[in-house]
């Protein structure tokens, strides 16, 4: 049984060693998983962040799991970046709502400089309400993501998506080298990084476990990795993709929380075709994050009712904002109550 030392961050995982975590007895697995976990942060408190699609389709990329490729047939109204004061408006919402992040995310292959100077308006306009902002614009050179961090900008998230071996038949449009390299000039300038995955395209458990180590073989573990299940669209070359078995995917989120033991883990997209037993092992698994709200970014997301309702069932709390000058992740907590009329409250 691996038992995870729970004070070391290790930065040298091999492929092998990563499969035989992922394979482990699932019960050892969720122990281990379970042990890091605690070791680092309150069990039973999750990060909860709200998603906005600042840009929508038209991109010239050719993800075989997205949407918003204007390679691919799926059904989808295009949009111009949103004006500032709607996006403003979201946030405002999403605050309301209980997320201390918000994330904008645009169907760019990469922002020219004009986009830049239009998101960190965004990116100033929402952190001036208190919450911390994540944008996903694709590739980024370094003077922008000095630019970005300027502008007050928490995360960046730009994911692997998946192995360096399984790439390609994935994405053709760029290279796995490109994503390395975003992600370099990111922790250059010294961005938090937001990095992970999509499970289910038809990658292998050893793909899965290549994929966990190059995200924690990289200098710094992202501070949040989402782990994506692949949502199925329509006129994507990825749709009618065979279903993962789910405890493939709990064991992906239990090896995540092992090899990465500080940093926030995303049950990301895919909530809304899960039951909530499901969700409920992910978050035994070391789960601590999730997208709250009623859309991704062109797909539905779980029902904002029904995840309250989890929440309670389950008695997870919603983590407050991050307090300025916090440094090691799961270090501060703030209990906070479910009201009505949120505020300075979370009413997840
Ligand atoms: N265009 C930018 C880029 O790709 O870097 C940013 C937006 S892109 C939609 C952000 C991430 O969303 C992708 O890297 C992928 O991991 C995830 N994603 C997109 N479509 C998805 C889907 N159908 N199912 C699961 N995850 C998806
Ligand atoms: C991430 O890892 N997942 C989010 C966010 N980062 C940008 C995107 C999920 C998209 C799901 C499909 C859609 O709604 O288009
Ligand atoms: Fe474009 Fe991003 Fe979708 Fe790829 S994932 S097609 S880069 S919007």
């Given at each position: 049984m691996?038992?995870?030392?729970?004070?070391?961050?290790?930065?040298?995982?091999?492929?092998?060693?990563?499969?035989?975590?992922?394979?482990q007895?699932?019960?050892?697995?969720?122990?281990?998983?379970?042990?890091?976990h605690?070791?680092?942060?309150?069990?039973?408190r999750i990060?909860v962040?709200?998603?906005?699609?600042i840009?929508?389709?038209?991109?010239?990329?050719?993800?075989?799991?997205?949407?918003?490729?204007?390679?691919?047939?799926?059904?989808?109204?295009?949009?111009?970046?949103?004006?500032?004061?709607?996006?403003?408006?979201?946030?405002?919402?999403?605050?309301?709502?209980?997320?201390?992040?918000f994330?904008?995310?645009?169907?760019w292959?990469?922002?020219?400089d004009?986009?830049?100077?239009?998101?960190?308006?965004?990116?100033?306009a929402?952190?001036?309400?208190?919450?911390?902002?994540?944008?996903?614009?694709?590739?980024?050179?370094?003077?922008?993501?000095?630019?970005?961090?300027?502008?007050g900008?928490?995360?960046?998230?730009?994911?692997?998506?998946?192995?360096?071996?399984?790439?390609?038949?994935?994405?053709?449009?760029?290279?796995?080298?490109?994503?390395?390299e975003?992600l370099e000039?990111?922790?250059?300038?010294?961005?938090?990084t937001?990095?992970?995955g999509?499970l289910?395209?038809?990658?292998?458990?050893?793909?899965?476990?290549?994929?966990l180590?190059?995200?924690?073989?990289?200098?710094?573990?992202?501070?949040s990795?989402?782990?994506?299940?692949?949502?199925?669209?329509?006129?994507?070359?990825?749709?009618?993709?065979?279903?993962?078995?789910?405890?493939?995917f709990v064991?992906?989120?239990?090896?995540?929380r092992?090899?990465?033991?500080?940093?926030?883990?995303?049950?990301?997209?895919?909530?809304?075709?899960?039951?909530?037993?499901?969700?409920?092992?992910?978050?035994?698994?070391?789960?601590?994050?999730i997208?709250?709200?009623?859309?991704?970014l062109t797909t539905?997301?779980?029902?904002?009712?029904?995840?309250?309702?989890?929440?309670?069932?389950?008695?997870?709390e919603?983590?407050?904002a991050?307090?300025?000058?916090r440094e090691?992740?799961?270090?501060?907590h703030?209990?906070?109550t479910?009201?009505?009329?949120?505020?300075?409250?979370?009413?997840?």
């Amino acid at each position: 049984m691996h038992r995870p030392d729970t004070s070391v961050i290790r930065h040298d995982w091999q492929t092998d060693e990563a499969a035989g975590l992922l394979g482990q007895p699932f019960n050892d697995l969720l122990f281990a998983a379970q042990s890091a976990h605690r070791a680092n942060f309150d069990a039973n408190r999750i990060q909860v962040s709200t998603l906005l699609s600042i840009k929508t389709g038209g991109c010239p990329e050719d993800c075989g799991y997205c949407s918003q490729s204007a390679k691919h047939e799926a059904e989808l109204e295009r949009e111009r970046l949103l004006p500032l004061e709607e996006v403003v408006a979201a946030a405002r919402t999403a605050r309301d709502n209980g997320a201390t992040r918000f994330c904008m995310g645009a169907a760019w292959r990469n922002p020219t400089d004009k986009n830049l100077e239009q998101v960190t308006a965004m990116v100033e306009a929402v952190s001036a309400l208190g919450m911390e902002t994540c944008v996903t614009l694709g590739m980024l050179t370094l003077t922008q993501a000095q630019r970005l961090r300027d502008a007050g900008l928490s995360y960046y998230n730009h994911n692997l998506d998946t192995s360096p071996e399984f790439y390609g038949r994935v994405i053709t449009t760029r290279t796995y080298r490109d994503r390395l390299e975003t992600l370099e000039h990111v922790r250059t300038v010294g961005l938090k990084t937001c990095s992970g995955g999509i499970l289910g395209m038809g990658e292998s458990r050893r793909d899965r476990a290549s994929m966990l180590c190059q995200l924690a073989n990289l200098p710094a573990h992202p501070e949040s990795v989402p782990i994506n299940l692949l949502v199925q669209v329509e006129g994507t070359p990825l749709f009618g993709t065979d279903a993962l078995d789910p405890f493939e995917f709990v064991r992906t989120v239990a090896a995540a929380r092992v090899m990465m033991p500080r940093s926030y883990v995303r049950l990301s997209a895919g909530r809304s075709e899960m039951t909530d037993e499901l969700q409920a092992l992910c978050f035994l698994s070391g789960a601590n994050s999730i997208f709250y709200g009623e859309r991704l970014l062109t797909t539905p997301n779980a029902e904002s009712d029904h995840d309250r309702r989890l929440f309670e069932r389950l008695g997870l709390e919603a983590e407050a904002a991050e307090p300025e000058g916090r440094e090691a992740p799961g270090a501060c907590h703030k209990t906070i109550t479910a009201t009505a009329d949120a505020g300075a409250h979370a009413d997840v």
